[in-house]
């Protein structure tokens, strides 16, 4: 059964049911088959998924090890997008000495992500 995003129906559970913007899959659906549709998902029914995770006693973010090869680029991430929001902060208080510091700092991080051809 592929749900219609604007339709809206009771569920088994008493609740509305929402339904995925992109794969039309339902909160009831993803339960029954125990896979979730798309990676929409995740954002559409991130309330429900909390519920349930918390309903097994788990809270909050992950906070285990990461692969070797991904802890590097999760920093790299963090640190963009930290650089990035600092970048907007000082342009909007019109701090444009910190400004010009973010910006430095951003093409640096940005560098070092390149590839051989020069593209991100």
């Known amino acids: 059964m592929t749900c219609h995003p604007e339709l809206v129906s009771e569920s088994q559970y008493?609740?509305?049911m929402k339904c995925c913007s992109v794969c039309g899959s339902t909160f009831d659906q993803i339960v029954k088959s125990q896979r979730i549709?798309?990676?929409?998902?995740?954002?559409?029914?991130?309330e429900e998924f909390r519920a349930t995770l918390e309903s097994y006693g788990i809270?909050?973010?992950?906070?285990?090890s990461l692969p070797k090869r991904l802890k590097g680029y999760r920093s790299t991430l963090v640190d963009r997008m930290t650089m990035q929001i600092k970048l907007e902060e000082a342009v909007a208080a019109e701090d444009y000495e910190k400004?010009?510091?973010?910006?430095?700092?951003?093409?640096?991080?940005?560098h070092g992500t390149e590839t051989k051809d020069g593209q991100q």
């Open 14 to 16: 008493g609740l509305y």
């Open 37 to 46: 549709g798309c990676a929409e998902c995740y954002y559409t029914f991130a």
């Open 59 to 64: 809270s909050g973010s992950y906070k285990g």
């Open 99 to 110: 400004a010009a510091l973010y910006r430095d700092y951003l093409k640096v991080l940005n």
